[in-house]
């Protein structure tokens, strides 16, 4: 991404201050980059947690059920850690998934107390929960 806001920014300036002041554009880049992103990075691992999930459960066993919700599970994670990334106070689609993987998860471990794969899931789901409860909590309240 870098190179290509580089890119970019040589094209498009005037006069060769790119060349001139190098430095004025990397800090230029960088504010840029800091400012626009707020990478939701733990909502895109669990999101890669629970789609590679589906897919292992898949291979070792055959399971396509365990396919179809890992890939949808997995996308809906994906798809509210993109929210997160966009909006930090988005975090309804992302608590909902974690939500029922949770409870869908947890389920499975009391019944069977296997670890793998129901008392992993269940625990990374719960630690989401946690991780966007306190988010929720900790958003400043709004005054009208």
Do not use: H
Not at 63 to 89: M, R
Not at 134 to 142: G, I, S
């Amino acid at each position: 991404m870098f190179v290509q806001l580089f890119l970019v920014q040589l094209v498009l300036c005037n006069n060769d201050s790119v060349l001139n002041e190098p430095d004025r554009l990397f800090k230029d880049i960088c504010a840029f980059v800091s400012n626009n992103m707020s990478v939701d990075w733990v909502g895109y691992g669990y999101a890669t947690l629970v789609a590679s999930g589906g897919v292992i459960g898949y291979v070792k066993a055959g399971s396509v059920p365990s396919l179809a919700a890992g890939l949808l599970f997995g996308g809906l994670a994906g798809f509210g850690a993109y929210q997160i990334s966009n909006d930090p106070n988005n975090v309804w689609v992302s608590l909902a998934t974690s939500g029922a993987l949770t409870a869908v998860m947890g389920k499975r471990f009391y019944g069977s107390r296997k670890f793998m794969p129901a008392g992993l899931m269940a625990g990374a789901s719960l630690l989401m929960v946690g991780k966007l409860s306190l988010a929720l909590l900790q958003k400043p309240a709004e005054s009208s």
